[in-house]
């Protein structure tokens, strides 16, 4: 007993004990720290004072379990002595002696506070980085090393069926191998060569393929890096039929430009050549004219 007694007192949980009236007859170092309540202000009372008036039913019904012999698992709030409210898990149990007499129950809680700071934030950083995500221009998917689809962004939404050689004929389904949803041969050869190869040497890709229908994909490829090591892909498929065509006309412009540089340069040389034939000509006829007199 002087063990278990000793092993409660260390515990940071919670534990409370109740006899067969629900009256408090024992709690641990812990429920003080937890609450700011006494021993000796809490001895003898029933736990409604740590619960919130809005979780009264749930003291009803856990009360009503364990008079039934049944264990009682959930969340509650409570109230600490200085009206500050906090989350706890509970478990409420029955205590019956060596008869099955019921003659109390023994509540054990874990506040959950921190933990659920830490979820809010994580929950937060994740939407941030989805809302991320989400504004980029082409579609996202993040596979394993397997190369299972792990999420995928909204773009493949504003994306034709087939692009950069993926066919997808709905939503992205999670836990299939992209490589699954090429269905050219080559194409999904060369996408397992160029994923094997960002795995094993950790440095990005990019990759160029012109689809049959015209469009021009650029498909990036980058590892997706945890701590050291890499847990798997990144593969970011841009539509690049525009930019090309911008280019081409890019090109073009340059060589009519370059055209019209070396037509103005060969007039130019042209009219230099005309300017000497003419001065020839006309000193020869001076020449002439002189001699004939």
């Not at 009360?63 to 409210?85: D, Q, S």
């Not at 019956?96 to 007499?101: E, H, N």
């Given at each position: 007993v002087q063990r278990l007694v000793t092993?409660?007192?260390?515990?940071?949980?919670?534990?409370?004990?109740?006899?067969?009236?629900?009256?408090?007859?024992?709690?641990?170092?812990?429920f003080q720290s937890a609450t700011g309540y006494s021993l000796e202000e809490v001895l003898g009372q029933t736990?409604?004072?740590?619960?919130v008036p809005a979780e009264q039913e749930k003291v009803r019904t856990y009360r009503e379990k364990v008079l039934a012999g049944r264990e009682w698992i959930g969340e509650l709030v409570n109230m600490r002595r200085n009206g500050e409210t906090y989350h706890v898990e509970c478990t409420v149990s029955p205590?019956?002696?060596?008869?099955?007499?019921?003659?109390?129950?023994?509540?054990?809680e874990r506040d959950t506070t921190v933990?659920?700071?830490?979820?809010?934030?994580?929950?937060?950083?994740?939407?941030?980085v989805q809302s991320i995500l989400h504004s980029l221009d082409g579609a996202i998917y993040s596979l394993d090393c397997e190369f299972r689809v792990t999420h995928s962004n909204a773009g493949w939404r504003f994306l034709?069926?087939?692009?950069?050689?993926?066919?997808?004929?709905?939503?992205?389904?999670?836990?299939?191998?992209?490589?699954?949803?090429v269905p050219d041969t080559g194409r999904r050869a060369e996408l397992r060569q160029i994923f094997e190869e960002v795995i094993g040497t950790g440095r990005p890709h990019e990759n160029h393929f012109h689809s049959a229908d015209g469009h021009h994909w650029l498909t990036r490829i980058s590892p997706w890096i945890d701590g050291?090591?890499?847990r798997g892909l990144i593969c970011n498929v841009a539509?690049?039929?525009?930019y090309h065509e911008l280019q081409?006309?890019?090109?073009?412009?340059?060589?009519?430009e370059i055209i019209g540089t070396l037509a103005a340069g060969v007039a130019h040389d042209c009219n230099n050549l005309l300017q000497a034939i003419r001065g020839h000509a006309s000193l020869a006829l001076m020449q002439a004219a002189a001699e004939s007199q």
């Amino acid at each position: 007993v002087q063990r278990l007694v000793t092993a409660i007192d260390a515990t940071p949980d919670v534990f409370l004990i109740t006899d067969a009236d629900f009256r408090i007859t024992f709690v641990n170092p812990a429920f003080q720290s937890a609450t700011g309540y006494s021993l000796e202000e809490v001895l003898g009372q029933t736990d409604d004072f740590l619960r919130v008036p809005a979780e009264q039913e749930k003291v009803r019904t856990y009360r009503e379990k364990v008079l039934a012999g049944r264990e009682w698992i959930g969340e509650l709030v409570n109230m600490r002595r200085n009206g500050e409210t906090y989350h706890v898990e509970c478990t409420v149990s029955p205590i019956s002696d060596i008869a099955g007499q019921f003659m109390g129950y023994v509540v054990c809680e874990r506040d959950t506070t921190v933990r659920r700071h830490l979820q809010t934030a994580l929950r937060s950083e994740r939407d941030f980085v989805q809302s991320i995500l989400h504004s980029l221009d082409g579609a996202i998917y993040s596979l394993d090393c397997e190369f299972r689809v792990t999420h995928s962004n909204a773009g493949w939404r504003f994306l034709p069926a087939e692009h950069g050689g993926i066919n997808f004929n709905g939503p992205p389904l999670i836990g299939l191998s992209l490589l699954d949803f090429v269905p050219d041969t080559g194409r999904r050869a060369e996408l397992r060569q160029i994923f094997e190869e960002v795995i094993g040497t950790g440095r990005p890709h990019e990759n160029h393929f012109h689809s049959a229908d015209g469009h021009h994909w650029l498909t990036r490829i980058s590892p997706w890096i945890d701590g050291s090591k890499v847990r798997g892909l990144i593969c970011n498929v841009a539509d690049q039929t525009q930019y090309h065509e911008l280019q081409g006309q890019l090109f073009q412009a340059q060589k009519m430009e370059i055209i019209g540089t070396l037509a103005a340069g060969v007039a130019h040389d042209c009219n230099n050549l005309l300017q000497a034939i003419r001065g020839h000509a006309s000193l020869a006829l001076m020449q002439a004219a002189a001699e004939s007199q």
